[in-house]
Nanobody, 120 residues
C-alpha cells in the first residue's frame, strides 16, 4: 500500500525558512521521479518542484526558483523541500507524489499534506 507522509510545515514569518520532508513507502521509491505540489485556499493544486529518480535533474515553478530546493535520499525513501525567503503567497498545503512525467502525479491517493503558513 502506497503511503506518502509529509511533515515539517508550520507558521513562519515573512522571509523565513522551512524544510519539508516526505517519507514514502509501498513502492520502489528510487525508480520514480518525485514532486512537491501545493494547494492554496480556493486554488487548484500546482507543481512546485520536481526531481528525477537519481536526483541529478530538478525542475521548479517560476514562482519558487532561486528560493526552494528539492532533494532526495533514496536510502531513506524520503524527498525534501528546503524553502527559503518565504513569501505570503507560499502559504498553502504542501503534498508530495511520484510523477510518471513532469507535473503528472502517479498516485491518485494523496497524503494528508503539511500546512505552511507565512505570516506578514
Amino acid at each position: 500500500q502506497v503511503q506518502l507522509v509529509e511533515s515539517g510545515g508550520g507558521l513562519v514569518p515573512l522571509g523565513g525558512s522551512l524544510r519539508l520532508s516526505c517519507a514514502a513507502s509501498g513502492f520502489a521509491f528510487s525508480n520514480y521521479a518525485m514532486s512537491w505540489y501545493r494547494q492554496a485556499p480556493g486554488k487548484e493544486r500546482e507543481l512546485v518542484a520536481h526531481i528525477i529518480s537519481t536526483g541529478g535533474i530538478t525542475h521548479y515553478a517560476d514562482s519558487v526558483k532561486g528560493r526552494f530546493t528539492i532533494s532526495r535520499d533514496n536510502a531513506k525513501n524520503t524527498v525534501y523541500l528546503q524553502m527559503n525567503s518565504l513569501k505570503s503567497e507560499d502559504t498553502a498545503v504542501y503534498y508530495c507524489n511520484a510523477d510518471f512525467r513532469l507535473g503528472s502525479p502517479l498516485f491518485d491517493s494523496w497524503g494528508q499534506g503539511t500546512q505552511v503558513t507565512v505570516s506578514s
